[in-house]
């Protein structure tokens, strides 16, 4: 990303595009400095106590709330993160970790960093859409698309994170979570997003002062900068035989051609298939097994759903015939 630029994250639902947030790059030079804004529609809530992210806001909560109309939120080039408060004359800048904390530079970061996460409680507060993002010059769209994944009643947690490519990111997505390389930041580094279906407790009733009774409060989204205490090694664990994983990255590299691939339950069903005939040859096969999967489901095209209702049987006899003419072709070249 150059100086200026802005990329616009979105995810598609039943064909309409909901924003989530905007990137833009602050640094020159291949510096990387980052802002984050467009992550709300009309204003913001800051709680007094923002390490307890539950979700909900009881009465006395609300009383110690502040309303804010202008946020942005920024990781800058020396490692510091701050939320910046635009509502009057004089900018506010507030470092969530504490005055002149620092967390890795971005021209140390060896691995990955994460940056921020957004719990997805309730889908329908993302009430602005669109059919195609409008943009600017200066500006690009990143668009997340599952049909499978994405939902109106799914609750997800995303993270939005900083790779050095020589850590390995998995790019697909399935029913369950999104994993994608958003967009190039400079040689060294890309600006990654994570998603998956998250579940949330539910909010706890609470005696209310003003109505006399018990309520239950509305979830919420909220946006918070990732815990620098366990962020990480959380991602880690939970990711490293997944998202992270090296020989899954060479799976899909002869698979998908180092694009997102989508794991759709069609296609789920037909790669069981496919591990049925390696193991019944023993694994000595003409072609690796992705590559194998690539071809069926190039030769399948639009009827692999029809392919997946077929006998047991008869579609390991179908693999087995695409097999030989893998095999006689292989003979001949």
Not at 177 to 188: A, F, G, H, R
């Amino acid at each position: 990303m150059k100086r200026g630029e802005k990329v616009k994250i979105y995810f598609k639902r039943d064909g309409r595009c909901y924003k989530l947030f905007n990137v833009i790059q602050l640094g020159k030079d291949g510096e990387v400095d980052l802002k984050i804004t467009g992550f709300y529609n009309n204003f913001v809530t800051i709680a007094k106590n923002t390490l307890d992210d539950k979700g909900y806001l009881t009465e006395e909560e609300m009383e110690e709330l502040r309303f804010v109309r202008n946020a942005e939120m920024s990781y800058h080039k020396d490692g510091s993160f701050l939320h910046k408060i635009k509502d009057s004359s004089e900018p506010e800048y507030i470092n969530p970790y504490g005055h002149e904390e620092r967390l890795v530079r971005t021209d140390a970061i060896e691995d990955f960093q994460p940056i921020l996460n957004i719990a997805i409680r309730r889908m329908v507060i993302f009430n602005k859409s669109c059919l195609v993002p409008a943009l600017k010059s200066g500006e690009t769209a990143y668009i997340c698309k599952n049909d499978d994944f994405f939902d109106e009643t799914g609750t997800y947690l995303l993270i939005l994170y900083i790779r050095n490519k020589r850590h390995t990111v998995n790019c697909y997505t399935s029913s369950k979570l999104y994993s994608d390389v958003i967009i190039e930041l400079n040689k060294d580094l890309d600006l990654c997003i994570f998603i998956q279906r998250h579940g949330f407790p539910a909010a706890k009733p609470y005696y209310s002062k003003v109505f006399k009774c018990l309520m239950t409060p509305y979830l919420h989204n909220s946006i918070n900068f990732c815990n620098r205490e366990n962020a990480k090694d959380e991602m880690k664990e939970v990711l490293e035989k997944s998202v992270f994983d090296s020989k899954f990255h060479l799976f899909l590299k002869d698979l998908a051609d180092n694009k997102l691939f989508n794991f759709s339950e069609d296609k789920v069903k037909l790669a069981d298939q496919v591990d049925i005939l390696y193991e019944n040859h023993g694994c000595k096969m003409p072609i690796s097994k992705p590559l194998f999967l690539k071809q069926a489901l190039n030769y399948l095209g639009d009827k692999l759903s029809d392919f997946n209702k077929l006998d047991q049987g008869i579609k390991q006899l179908l693999l087995e015939k695409w097999n030989k003419e893998l095999e006689n072709k292989i003979q001949k070249e």
